[in-house]
């Protein structure tokens, strides 16, 4: 079964540090996503991405994070200048052009700023 | 604003009884509503989702929701539970008409299914 796959599976980084999370989405899938949950909150969604452009953002989505697909198969997710609150689990997600199809979410990357 | 709700923090069944982890939503039109299962350590895996049609939708695990657009309700529901079934669930709903296919969740509820 295909799967979304994310790596680092957990990253420990100095505050003011920069931090790039990667994912490998499903093949054929056009839409990808980050969201995060900070421990033992819920899940929140951060920003989406199809056809090579943020199609829409949240406000957590500051000027310190950006996404790219630098070639056909990554997806990935950077935080300029970490900060204590930026520690959180960091979910990818992709889903097909659809809007009723389900997400199909990675296993996550735990980030801890210190 | 757009919600979801997830009253309780925590449910405790019993092995073989039924359970319900309730979910509403504050969403105008009609959304799309999906629930996930979270397992420790573990990403979001979809359980099922309700897009249109019959109130009743069936999916993984023998779970089950039911649709109620006048109570604005998505609850998930097994009629016998299981051990294994303990997990975090969270129910999700995708806005009608958005830009995107973006999901905004529930807070979450903790499943504890005692033998």
């Known amino acids: 079964e295909p799967e979304v796959t994310q790596t680092p599976s957990h990253q420990v980084t100095q505050m003011g540090q920069e931090v790039i999370l990667r994912c490998v989405p499903i093949s054929n899938h056009l839409y990808f996503y980050w969201y995060r949950q900070i421990l033992g909150q819920k899940v929140e969604f951060l920003v989406s991405f199809y056809n090579n452009e943020i199609s829409e953002k949240s406000e957590i989505f500051d000027d310190q994070f950006s996404v790219e697909r630098p070639d056909g198969s990554n997806f990935t997710l950077k935080i300029r200048s970490t900060k204590l609150e930026d520690s959180a689990m960091y979910f990818c997600?992709?889903?097909?052009?659809?809007?009723?199809?389900?997400?199909?979410f990675g296993q996550g990357t735990r980030l801890t700023v210190v | 604003a757009q919600s979801v709700a997830q009253p309780e923090d925590q449910v405790n069944v019993a092995e073989g009884n039924p359970l319900t982890v309730k979910c509403t939503y504050s969403v105008s039109g009609n959304p799309y509503l999906f629930w996930y299962v979270q397992y420790p350590n573990r990403g979001l895996q979809f359980l099922l989702k309700?897009?249109?049609?019959?109130?009743l939708v069936k999916g993984s695990y023998g779970f089950e929701a039911e649709f109620n657009k006048s109570q604005t309700s998505f609850h998930l529901k097994k009629p016998s539970a299981l051990v294994s079934d303990s997990a975090l669930y969270f129910c999700?709903?995708?806005?009608?008409?958005?830009?995107?296919?973006?999901?905004?969740f529930g807070t979450g509820t903790l499943l504890a299914v005692q033998p």
């Open positions: 999700a709903v995708r806005p009608p008409g958005g830009a995107t296919n973006k999901l905004i």
């Open positions: 309700y897009i249109t049609g019959d109130n």
């Open positions: 997600a992709s889903t097909t052009r659809g809007s009723g199809t389900e997400a199909f």
